[in-house]
């Protein structure tokens, strides 16, 4: 499986930005792909993430009613429109795919089976 993220950049605080990740070698259509990010000095952090066959999502409660991800399953690729943006959520985006319990679980790398690259979201204040 390789996925391949777009749509990092600037904005200012209070801006919106709009992620993508496109996934290519997937062999099942019951999977769950999201967001991680990583700010230097902080631990990665799952961000959001949905399942592409029933739709169910999770979002950090930090990013709760800001941000929102949703899929295309013809284009295998997960959308995540970032609203309200804080310098707080300044990091590298990364996309991932596997299991749901991968994205808020302490020791969810287990439950992951492939990781993009990063896409770097800078907000300035």
């Known amino acids: 499986v390789q996925l391949v993220e777009s749509g990092g950049g600037l904005a200012q605080a209070g801006g919106s930005l709009t992620l993508s990740c496109v996934a290519s070698?997937?062999?099942?259509?019951?999977?769950?792909i999201g967001w991680f990010r990583q700010a230097p000095g902080k631990a990665r952090e799952g961000v959001s993430c949905?399942?592409?066959?029933?739709?169910?999502?999770y979002y950090a409660d930090s990013v709760k009613g800001r941000f929102t991800i949703t899929i295309d399953n013809k284009k295998d690729t997960v959308y995540m429109l970032m609203n309200n943006l804080k310098p707080e959520d300044a990091a590298v985006y990364l996309c991932?795919?596997?299991?749901?319990?991968?994205?808020?679980?302490?020791?969810?790398?287990?439950?992951?089976?492939?990781w993009g690259q990063g896409t770097l979201v800078t907000v300035s204040s």
């Open positions: 070698g997937l062999t099942s259509d019951d999977y769950t």
């Open positions: 949905i399942n592409a066959r029933d739709g169910t999502t």
């Open positions: 991932a795919v596997g299991d749901m319990a991968g994205f808020h679980l302490p020791d969810g790398d287990r439950y992951l089976d492939a």
